[in-house]
């Protein structure tokens, strides 16, 4: 059975940016030129307009000194159950990447949990992160070059690497269906 792809996330994301922008209390065009987008961009996508890539959530995040989850804003349930192929879902604009927040840490916690979904062709190129990150990937299925930008290692299934996120890192698929669970940990 084919799931249909999850609807994206905008009206979640709209909310967040406004309230860290807020929170920041810096303007729109000073959010925007941190992260190297147009002020318009920002504007549409606090509006819940337009389809925003990964790369432009996460130079977003670096802007706001936010973790990546508070831009998905979930519920809290006690038990919460998210089935293969569902979840809030970015894509990236550059590869053939997807992330799937699973859980995003309690407020006395930084550190959020995503499933990584790649397939080989174009590597997904992570610019850094906001300081002290440190990604941690655990590789379910396929084979993938993940890590340090200047030196990725070749993960199999069942391998882990950790890794600063606050450098240039990449994740590349290196066999179809691979996919990771990354624990991004704020410090």
Avoid at 31 to 59: C, D, F, H, M, Y
Wanted: charge should be negative; glycine fraction near 8%; charged fraction near 20%.
């Amino acid at each position: 059975m084919t799931r249909p792809d999850p609807a994206p996330p905008q009206a979640a994301i709209a909310a967040a940016l406004r309230r860290e922008r807020t929170r920041t209390g810096l303007s729109l065009s000073e959010v925007a030129n941190r992260a190297g987008i147009a002020k318009s961009t920002l504007s549409q996508l606090e509006s819940g307009a337009g389809n925003p890539s990964l790369e432009t959530l996460w130079a977003l995040c670096v802007a706001l000194d936010m973790p990546f989850s508070r831009l998905l804003d979930p519920p809290h349930p006690t038990v919460q159950v998210i089935r293969a192929g569902e979840g809030p879902v970015v894509a990236s604009a550059e590869a053939d990447y997807r992330a799937t927040l699973l859980a995003a840490g309690p407020v006395n916690s930084r550190r959020d949990l995503f499933r990584i979904t790649s397939e080989p062709g174009r590597a997904r190129d992570s610019d850094p992160h906001i300081p002290g990150v440190v990604e941690h990937i655990l590789l379910a299925a396929g084979r993938a070059l993940v890590g340090p930008s200047e030196e990725p290692v070749e993960l199999a299934p069942g391998d882990y690497i950790s890794y600063p996120g606050d450098r240039p890192h990449v994740f590349e698929a290196v066999e179809p269906g691979t996919w990771a669970l990354l624990v991004v940990e704020y410090t």
